[in-house]
């Protein structure tokens, strides 16, 4: 199982971003798949996640209406679109595969998900 996040950057507060994460190693229209972020001294948290078949998407309140995650099964891919980026959005962002294929149970909390990728780094400048 492999995930990779990529397209993070520096961007001025108000700008944009799409983060994808693509990935390998097991059936990707059984899996929700999910984005967390971690900023500096800080614990790792919820952003988004999309269900399997990318009919339910979930968001934390401190992105909703400023961040749309979405999959291309043909890619196999997961991308989040960030809009109207805060310097309150910094961090390295990952995505992550949840633990069981066909659930989104726990789809908030880091524990629910079982394989992580390496995150890409977003930096918003004020």
């Known amino acids: 199982v492999q995930l990779q996040a990529s397209g993070g950057g520096l961007v001025q507060a108000g700008g944009s971003l799409r983060l994808s994460c693509a990935t390998s190693?097991?059936?990707?229209?059984?899996?929700?798949i999910g984005w967390f972020r971690q900023a500096p001294g800080k614990e790792r948290e919820f952003v988004a996640t999309?269900?399997?078949?990318?009919?339910?998407?979930y968001y934390a309140d401190s992105v909703k209406g400023r961040f749309t995650v979405s999959r291309d099964d043909a890619k196999n891919t997961v991308y989040l679109q960030m809009n109207s980026l805060k310097p309150e959005d910094t961090a390295v962002y990952h995505c992550?595969?949840?633990?069981?294929?066909?659930?989104?149970?726990?789809?908030?909390?880091?524990?629910?998900?079982?394989?992580w990728g390496q995150g890409t780094q977003v930096t918003v400048s004020s």
């Open positions: 190693g097991f059936t990707f229209d059984d899996y929700a």
């Open positions: 999309t269900s399997w078949t990318g009919g339910r998407t």
């Open positions: 992550a595969r949840h633990a069981w294929p066909g659930s989104i149970v726990g789809i908030t909390t880091t524990t629910a998900f079982g394989s």
